[in-house]
């Protein structure tokens, strides 16, 4: 599985951004499908995720209310809908790909995974 990563932008803080996870291979529905991030100097973080089987999500305490993700299996394609942005939001954002049903938060849990797309977000 090849992930792409886009949409990553300049925002002022309150805004909002859309990303987009397109993936390759036939298989998209059967991957859960994750949102990381890594900000300036930092550990790389999990920000949301979304399963293969029945759309399970999970989300970041950071991000709740604030962040939407959600799969569209007809073009292979994850997206991540950011509301209300915060200048802590700023970081690298990576997508990833995973056959584990439950959406993992760690890492090492996730198989594939594409290039980053840089958010940032300015007070």
């Known amino acids: 599985v090849q992930l792409q990563a886009s949409g990553g932008g300049s925002v002022q803080a309150g805004g909002s951004l859309s990303l987009s996870c397109a993936t390759s291979g036939r298989t998209f529905s059967m991957y859960t499908l994750g949102w990381f991030r890594q900000p300036p100097e930092k550990e790389r973080e999990f920000v949301a995720a979304?399963?293969?089987?029945?759309?399970?999500?999970q989300y970041a305490d950071s991000v709740k209310g604030r962040f939407n993700i959600s799969r569209n299996n007809d073009n292979n394609t994850a997206y991540l809908r950011m509301n209300s942005l915060k200048p802590e939001d700023t970081a690298v954002y990576y997508c990833?790909?995973?056959?584990?049903?439950?959406?993992?938060?760690?890492?090492?849990?996730?198989?594939?995974w594409g290039q980053g797309t840089l958010v940032t977000v300015s007070s």
């Open positions: 990833a790909a995973t056959r584990t049903i439950v959406p993992p938060t760690s890492t090492s849990k996730y198989t594939y």
């Open positions: 979304i399963s293969w089987i029945n759309d399970i999500t």
